[in-house]
């Protein structure tokens, strides 16, 4: 049904007012529809707005779609950084977050926060979300270093916040 909105979508050619009015008059499906589209009908940084209510939302589904190609592309590294513990926080794979190898790797704020986000977790004898640990390794490394397995960040189109294909 996703793939259908997203095709709708691009077959209207919608520009941003026109998906910003889809998006703020939408269900959550058209919403996430909106969010999928983006990389594919607004060049710019412009429906920057939508993907930042999408992560001020407790959605998953919409959660996992505003962290797609658009977001990797247009939100700066602090909103960036944000979006990566929205998803900890909500439980979204970080497998969800479009070019995540790459933005993360160097990012020592990232790995700051990510090493706070875990104490507090670990002091409240909670989990820690194995992603974390993996995503703080990438952070922690040198900027332009390569991993195999760390810069292969799959790109997911199911709606399972957790990545599981369905």
Known sequence: ADAVRVLILHTARADTEALTRVYDQGTADERRAVLHALPHLVPGPDARPLVEDALRTNDTRLVAAAVGPYCARHLDAHAWRHAVLKCLFTGVALDRVADLARRARGDGELA???????????????????????????????????SASASATPSHTTDDPHGKES
């Open 112 to 146: 700051r926060m990510l090493g706070d986000y875990a104490d507090e977790r670990a002091a409240a004898g909670r989990p820690v979300p194995e992603d974390l640990h993996r995503v703080r390794a990438l952070a922690l490394a040198p900027a332009g270093t390569a």
